[in-house]
């Protein structure tokens, strides 16, 4: 819905895509997509993990642990609610991603990738006002990947099936690498002929709209966040035409759209009211993202002001959100002493409400860290035993390595990536711990996992390899164990790399 009116979606992912994808790696090339027939889920999935590999080393790419598991907490009623309903069948729902990665950038976008990969931009969540809204898009996009609408673009031009998204790739590399010549590709034949392609159909947004308004309604969202979400963009449209709107500026939202969902939305009875602890938890967590994604040194500086000088009258949550940002902003722009000041008025405004006192609690260790203070971080994130969130456990593991104990934070993440391979920050600050423990092979061996996590096994295999010349190196202080590990695992991440180059 937001990016992806007729024709949106295109521009939708070259948007992000050209955000900087970073130099071309050598190793860029086309994947071969078959004989033209419509895309099987298994390409499908290939492709979408070449892009998603390509966007993980984007520096636009963002891993931030509590923006993620507020964003998932969105997600994962969706994806549940959309099983239960049969649109995502089995066979997808194993062999696909179903993952959304978060962008840095404040343009508002969201949009779907080939492999069930979904793109959100913090831009989006800034403009939001309710979690609602944050569903209705992610619901949208859900239901353009659980309805193949990518795989059946491609067999509506049976023709050119196979160059379609990998031109499009190649083009969003060829700009992210050299916008003269990206500019000239986009303005070609070949451009205009991806634009005509890569669009959506009229009935697939139709479909997207009414399958995706039917999953947030069953996941327990609010549907007048559908509404309110169509209202907002039509509305930042037409007084903002700064860029930030690519989508709309070049394909508005139509009438007709809008109309629909209204006319769903009053068929249904009226939801209860959201809890006031629900909406203080998303305007704290939009506040978050707009601290996170203020770029110039002016803006995070705009949010530390309002901090200083607070609009007078503001709603409690309003009061909450100011705090919020302007302390994670004086944090960015190293006022560690404001930083702290601010977030010790939030915990204040806050207080009674178990999800903003967990919120203001995360948000005073992080600035803790920041500023150089583990041991006050330590102090507000606990011990962060087996029952803890990520966040937590992220936090706690930077600030007690900090605090010299890098061999608990060591056990305590091994047990975490066992459970949770795919979570590359934790193989990180794993290898940090190792590191500041003295032992070397293991750290290595860790970031390399962080590559293999983030399907970079090119880069995986380099730090293999590494630790392989380190143990033969090591002579009779080597840890065999872990050289043999290390063995397995090369070859393992050799054979990974073999079928992806196949793929090409
Ligand atoms: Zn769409």
Redesign the pocket.
């Known amino acids: 819905?937001n990016?992806?009116?007729i024709g949106?979606?295109r521009a939708a992912l070259i948007a992000l895509l050209i955000a900087g994808l970073g130099p071309v790696p050598a190793r860029a090339q086309l994947p071969t997509l078959g004989d033209g027939s419509e895309l099987s889920s298994a390409a499908e999935k290939r492709l979408g993990d070449r892009i998603a590999r390509e966007m993980f080393r984007d520096p636009d790419y963002i891993d931030d642990p509590v923006l993620a598991e507020y964003v998932r907490g969105i997600w994962q009623p969706l994806l549940d609610a959309a099983r239960a309903r049969g649109e995502l069948t089995v066979e997808l729902d194993q062999r696909f991603a179903w993952q959304v990665l978060l962008g840095k950038d404040r343009i508002v976008n969201a949009f779907a990738l080939p492999g069930g990969w979904l793109g959100l931009q913090l831009g989006l969540i800034n403009v939001t006002t309710s979690r609602d809204e944050i569903a209705s898009v992610l619901a949208?996009?859900l239901s353009?990947v659980t309805q193949r609408h990518i795989s059946r673009l491609q067999s509506e031009e049976k023709k050119s099936t196979p160059l379609l998204i990998g031109a499009m790739l190649l083009g969003v590399l060829a700009m992210s690498r050299n916008p003269q010549a990206g500019n000239a590709m986009l303005t070609g034949g070949q451009a205009v002929a991806m634009q005509g392609q890569l669009n959506?159909s009229r009935d697939?947004?139709r479909e997207?709209d009414r399958i995706g308004f039917g999953v947030l309604t069953q996941a327990g969202f609010q549907p007048q966040g559908f509404v309110t979400m169509f209202e907002k963009l039509q509305q930042a449209s037409r007084i903002n035409d700064n860029g930030s709107f690519p989508y709309l500026r070049t394909h508005p939202l139509t009438s007709e759209r809008m109309a629909d969902m209204q006319a769903r939305q009053q068929l249904l009875p009226k939801g209860a009211p959201t809890p006031a602890s629900v909406a203080l938890e998303h305007a704290l967590m939009a506040a978050r993202s707009k601290a996170v994604s203020a770029g110039p040194i002016d803006d995070i500086r705009a949010l530390v002001r309002e901090a200083d000088m607070p609009p007078p009258g503001g709603t409690h949550q309003r009061r909450a959100a100011v705090w919020y940002a302007g302390s994670l902003a004086a944090s960015r722009v190293r006022d560690h002493a404001r930083a702290e000041a601010y977030a010790q008025k939030l915990a204040a405004e806050v207080q009674g409400d178990a999800v903003g006192e967990r919120l203001a609690r995360l948000l005073g260790a992080e600035v803790a860290v920041a500023a150089g203070q583990p041991a006050r971080a330590l102090s507000l994130v606990g011990e962060a035993g087996a029952g803890s969130s990520r966040p937590e456990v992220l936090l706690w593991a930077q600030a007690r390595t900090a605090t010299g104990g890098g061999a608990e934070v060591a056990q305590r993440l091994q047990t975490w990536v066992a459970t949770q391979p795919r979570d590359a920050t934790a193989w990180q600050l794993l290898a940090n711990a190792y590191a500041s423990q003295g032992q070397s092979l293991r750290a290595i061996r860790a970031e390399a996992e962080a590559q293999v996590a983030q399907l970079d096994y090119s880069a995986a295999l380099d730090r293999f390899k590494a630790a392989q010349e380190l143990a033969r190196r090591g002579g009779a202080g080597a840890d065999y164990i872990e050289a043999s590990i290390i063995d397995t695992r090369t070859r393992q991440v050799e054979s990974m790399l073999r079928e992806q180059s196949l793929e090409r």
């Open positions: 819905m990016h992806c009116h949106r979606c949208h996009e353009h959506f697939m947004e997207a």
